[in-house]
């Protein structure tokens, strides 16, 4: 038996609700499995044979356009702390690399031997 187009996009507002949980809390481990999931139900409706107009429908009534900006919005913010937190360890990487072996009688400063 077929599933209904109503019950899938429900699946899919709720694994959508799961995944933006799942970044909040800061959990990137398990949110690979649940983009997964969610790709897979995405699968399913456009391999649907449903009326577009009901699924565009059903699509807007429960709001998940709302849930999706929503999603993008805090990956954005997520992405951006770990860029600031990558640059951060590059930073100081390059400082303890270019300063660590002075005490070996030779250092590098600005890419320079002395």
Do not use: P
Request: hydrophobic share 35%; net charge positive.
């Amino acid at each position: 038996m077929e599933e209904s187009i109503e019950k899938i996009w429900k699946e899919y507002r709720d694994c959508t609700v799961n995944i933006i949980n799942t970044v909040k809390q800061g959990n990137f481990d398990s949110l690979d499995s649940e983009m997964k999931m969610r790709q897979e139900i995405l699968n399913k409706i456009t391999s649907m044979k449903e009326n577009k107009d009901c699924a565009k429908e059903l699509y807007d009534e429960l709001h998940i356009s709302e849930l999706e900006k929503e999603l993008e919005s805090l990956m954005k913010q997520k992405m951006l702390v770990i860029k600031k937190k990558l640059g951060s360890i590059i930073k100081n990487k390059r400082a303890s690399t270019a300063y660590g072996g002075m005490g070996k009688g030779f250092a590098t400063i600005f890419s320079k031997k002395i």
